[in-house]
């Protein structure tokens, strides 16, 4: 499909991408709200305060799932490969402490900051980006 | 109705971005990893989900500025902050090594609750952990 890649999937990637940017597009200017997961996630379990309703955290948690279910149900979808164990804890906490430290994920600072050419938010995708490449790169040097 | 109107935007949103995940491949670890795999076998994929979700966000961005409240709220409730300081770009450095690790950031982790449990229940709670850990050693002076 692309040239050169023959893993790439880009039309499913922008699809996927657009239904996201309407994700987004939804949440800021039906609820008036960031669409950021880790915030969002933060907020339903009450590690963060804020003023968004907890209802509302929980709609979009509850929502997420409920839409990934249906294009499971509904395409030919494949079951992912993913680390061990121990390899997703320590990755996880990680990913939770990183992302409240730096106050956002992929889809707060990725999606809906740097669309809205937030300063803080280019900078934060840049180095998560940086930090994720740099990561793989060792991996793949340690055989890990 | 307070409920539904608190409810039904957020759990439509959520539904999207978990169909938009899904769609693009972004559920699958594998392929998040090979997003970030430049100096191996790179898969763009993520670019061009990237790319759709950004575009159609810049435009809700502009369609925000011109109202003066979201459809079903009474306000927005943006971010503000311009500052750069050491904790974003610490924070969004050790979530990309996180991300790096297991190819999972939160979006996609919680879509994976539905998809994969076996493999999203022990990243999330771990995830979890990992902001309840921040929360404790380095609780926010500043609410932003």
């Known amino acids: 499909m692309l040239p050169g890649f023959p893993e790439a999937a880009p039309l499913q990637g922008l699809i996927g991408g657009v239904l996201i940017g309407l994700a987004a597009a939804l949440m800021l200017l039906g609820a008036g709200r960031i669409a950021g997961v880790s915030g969002i996630l933060a907020r339903g379990t009450a ?89 793989v790169f060792i991996m793949s040097l340690v055989g890990a | 109705m307070t409920l539904v109107r608190r409810l039904l935007p957020p759990l439509a949103s959520g539904f999207l971005f978990g169909m938009g995940l899904t769609v693009s491949g972004m559920t699958d670890p594998q392929r998040v990893r090979g997003f970030l795999d430049v100096f191996g076998d790179w898969d763009p994929t993520l670019a061009f989900v990237m790319g759709g979700a950004v575009l159609v966000m810049a435009i809700a961005w502009r369609i925000q500025t011109r109202m003066a409240k979201p459809v079903f709220g009474e306000r927005f409730s943006l971010p503000d902050r311009t500052d750069l300081d050491p904790r974003l770009l610490t924070g969004a450095t050790v979530f990309g090594i996180g991300w790096g690790v297991a190819g999972l950031c939160p979006g996609p982790a919680v879509a994976s609750l539905a998809l994969s449990p076996v493999h999203a229940i022990p990243f999330v709670a771990a995830m979890l952990a990992g902001m309840l850990l921040q929360k404790i050693t380095m609780e926010r002076r500043v609410t932003s």
């Open chain 1, 47 to 135: 590690l963060a305060g804020g003023s968004m309703a907890r209802t509302s955290a929980w709609g979009f948690l509850v929502g997420l799932p409920l839409g990934a279910l249906a294009i499971r149900f509904g395409t030919d979808w494949e079951p992912a490969v993913f680390a061990s164990w121990p390899v997703l804890v320590v990755a996880g906490l990680l990913v939770g402490f990183g992302t409240r430290m730096g106050s956002g994920c992929t889809s707060g600072h990725g999606v809906c900051g740097v669309s809205r050419l937030s300063q803080r938010s280019i900078v934060a995708t840049t180095a998560f980006t940086a930090a994720g490449i740099a990561t």
